[in-house]
């Protein structure tokens, strides 16, 4: 014999188990797996129009996060505005790797390749490291204020942000 429904969520709350909880892990994981597809597919657009694999793309992103923390630690501009100024900055850097690295390596063999953007990945890291050292940071912004409350789930307001940018891109 099969138990109900009642029976079933009965069992839940004896457990402890809060439906809210759930809801909650749910609506974090869906959000911040947003967020990786956002990454991986600026992945994927490079593999797929240069037919290699950049293992140097998510150190282009912590430089990218760490431009974001220069530009509010000195000049206290909220991280979600200097966007519009990192994207320019972030894509001239990557012409330049481009044009200065790859673009010569483009008949060479893909091993060749792979560790060329390996050394940029390992280079990259060791900057970051060397100038801002092993801690956390964290950058204050007003969108960080707030929060979307949805019954008993609430969903902050960066991840909210992330995972609408991520559907829109």
């Not at 560790?115 to 007003?142: C, D, H, I, Q």
Request: hydrophobic letters at 60%; glycine letters at 6%; aromatic letters at 10%.
């Amino acid at each position: 014999k099969e138990p109900t429904w009642d029976k079933c969520l009965l069992r839940l709350y004896r457990f402890s188990l809060d439906i809210s909880i759930v809801l909650q892990s749910l609506v974090f994981g869906v959000a911040m797996g947003a967020v990786y597809a956002l990454a991986s597919s600026g992945l994927t657009l490079t593999y797929a129009v240069t037919k290699h694999m950049n293992t140097a793309h998510g150190d282009f992103l912590v430089l990218a996060m760490y431009g974001s923390f220069v530009f509010s630690a000195v000049i206290g501009l909220d991280p979600y505005l200097s966007i519009l100024i990192l994207i320019p900055i972030m894509a001239l850097i990557g012409l330049i790797v481009f044009r200065l690295l790859l673009q010569p390596m483009m008949q060479a063999y893909p091993v060749m390749v792979i560790l060329l953007f390996l050394g940029v990945t390992f280079t990259l890291e060791n900057a970051l490291l060397m100038v801002f050292k092993p801690r956390m940071r964290a950058v204050p912004s007003f969108v960080d204020m707030s929060n979307v409350v949805l019954g008993d789930v609430r969903i902050r307001t960066p991840q909210l942000v992330a995972f609408i940018a991520s559907l829109l891109v």
